[in-house]
T-cell receptor
Framework: AQKITQTQPGMFVQEKEAVTLDCTYD???????LFWYKQPSSGEMIFLIY??????QNATEGRYSLNFQKARKSANLVISASQLGDSAMYFC????????????????FGKGITLSVRP | GAVVSQHPSRVICKSGTSVKIECRSL??????MFWYRQFPKQSLMLMAT?????????EQGVEKDKFLINHASLTLSTLTVTSAHPEDSSFYIC?????????????FGPGTRLLVL
């Protein structure tokens, strides 16, 4: 089964509006971490936001917030006040802490979502 | 935030040659670094986990002799694509794990575009 599921093929949003990018995950671990990364056309992976499974509050970083619904196993990214520079591919990722050792701690990525911001 | 550099950013080589890609953590020490491969419009595929001072751990299906990884210091890991062929053309990205007071984060390098002719 897929660990991280991102099913939206592509998203469009008008500049200055908010947009939600969906991510669901599958794990049997109680302790895990969820990440969102942005990848513009240049290719670099930019870390956006992190949510730990035991964090009681949803993570926020500037215009980015994570809508964490543990029971539903979803970790949607909300981008408020979209900007043209937000156009990029967005990846949701998870690290299961059960394998938290130097050798085995690794991120599992979803397929990504392409976001296009319209002026 | 932490910075990870990669060199070169782009390389074109002839089939049969070897290519070395360097990954450096610039302002933190990384005992663990990761190497990914990404095809256009697709997700990142983990190739191997590189541990400082020990052998890399390769993912299933990744040829160890084809993709040589050396993590000689806490700030440098190298990936060597040996006897490169056109099917090795891809975008290679490294990342380094930073463990700080606030927890653990994985920072990525800018990537290396490899084109094998």
């Amino acid at each position: 089964a897929q660990k991280i599921t991102q099913t939206q093929p592509g998203m469009f949003v008008q500049e200055k509006e908010a947009v939600t990018l969906d991510c669901t995950y599958d794990t049997s671990d109680q302790s895990y971490g969820l990440f969102w990364y942005k990848q513009p056309s240049s290719g670099e992976m930019i870390f956006l936001i992190y949510q730990g499974s035991y964090d009681e509050q949803n993570a926020t970083e500037g215009r980015y917030s994570l809508n964490f619904q543990k029971a539903r196993k979803s970790a949607n990214l909300v981008i408020s006040a979209s900007q043209l520079g937000d156009s990029a591919m967005y990846f949701c990722a998870m690290r299961e802490h059960r394998f938290y050792t130097g050798a085995n701690s690794k991120l599992t990525f979803g397929k990504g979502i392409t976001l296009s911001v319209r002026p | 935030g932490a910075v990870v550099s990669q060199h070169p950013s782009r390389v074109i080589c002839k089939s049969g040659t070897s290519v070395k890609i360097e990954c450096r953590s610039l302002d933190f020490q990384a005992t663990t670094m990761f190497w990914y491969r990404q095809f256009p419009k697709q997700s990142l595929m983990l190739m191997a986990t590189s541990n400082e001072g020990s052998k890399a751990t390769y993912e299933q299906g990744v040829e160890k002799d084809k993709f040589l990884i050396n993590h000689a210091s806490l700030t440098l890991s190298t990936l060597t694509v040996t006897s490169a062929h056109p099917e090795d053309s891809s975008f290679y990205i490294c990342s380094a794990r930073d463990i700080g007071p606030g927890g653990e984060t994985q920072y990525f390098g800018p990537g290396t575009r490899l084109l094998v002719l």
